[in-house]
């Protein structure tokens, strides 16, 4: 089974708009963290948010924040007010192990959303 | 701060040929990892280091990928011999023990193998 699931391969949305992103995961390590990383056509990967799997609050960062569903197993990532510079490829990853002591393993990637933002 | 930095940005090899890329991670950064990147597989996890020891190289596809770290400054992936299949986007990234624990990449190898 994958463990992370992003089910919209591309969306289109006009700027200014609020953009959500789907992002489901697949765990039985009750520890934890959640990333969004978004990457421009020059191919850099760029960590925009963060939710540990003990969190209470939904994280924020800007016009980025994360809607933490834990029940649901869902970790989408919303962003207000669109920009023309937010097309890119999202992706959601998770990183098990996060705080048991023994040590984190590697981010486990999906597959990627690609965003196009349109004027 | 100096970033993760990656070399060489771009490398365009004959098949058989002996590759090597290289990594130097963020300064205290106690995780190195290598990633691959392709339209087919997406991103996926080669190989990482914690505290310049292999911890999980179940990634590695096989036998003519290696990788070493032989201190906390720098890391190399080989490929030997290379093959068209190869060819993609490779990948290093390291972060710190905390309780994020982001990683953050470098701009990325270009391999081509012809």
């Known amino acids: 089974a994958q463990k992370i699931t992003q089910t919209q391969p591309g969306m289109f949305v006009q700027e200014k708009e609020a953009v959500t992103l789907d992002c489901t995961y697949d765990t039985s390590d009750p520890s934890y963290g959640l990333f969004w990383y978004k990457q421009p056509s020059s191919g850099e990967m760029i960590f925009l948010i963060y939710?540990?799997?003990?969190?209470?609050q939904n994280a924020t960062e800007g016009r980025y924040s994360l809607n933490f569903q834990k029940a649901r197993k869902s970790a989408n990532l919303v962003i207000s007010a669109s920009q023309l510079g937010d097309s890119a490829m999202y992706f959601c990853?998770?990183?098990?192990?996060?705080?048991?002591?023994?040590?984190?393993?590697?981010?486990?990637f999906g597959k990627g959303t690609h965003l196009i933002i349109q004027p | 701060d100096a970033g993760v930095i990656q070399s060489p940005r771009h490398e365009v090899t004959e098949m058989g040929q002996e590759v090597t890329l290289r990594c130097k991670p963020i300064?205290?950064?106690?995780?190195l990892f290598w990633y691959r990147q392709t339209m087919m597989r997406g991103l996926e996890l080669l190989i990482y280091f914690n505290n310049n020891v292999p911890i999980d190289d179940s990634g590695m596809p096989e036998d003519r990928f290696s990788a070493k770290m032989p201190n906390a400054s720098f890391s190399t992936l080989k490929i030997q011999p290379s093959e068209p299949r190869d060819s993609a986007v490779y990948f290093c990234?390291?972060?710190?023990?905390?309780?994020?624990?982001?990683?953050?990449f470098g701009e990325g190898s270009r391999l081509t193998v012809l």
């Open positions: 990234a390291s972060s710190f023990t905390s309780y994020t624990g982001e990683l953050f």
């Open positions: 939710q540990g799997s003990y969190d209470q």
């Open positions: 300064s205290g950064h106690d995780y």
């Open positions: 990853a998770m990183r098990e192990g996060m705080y048991s002591g023994g040590g984190a393993d590697g981010l486990t």
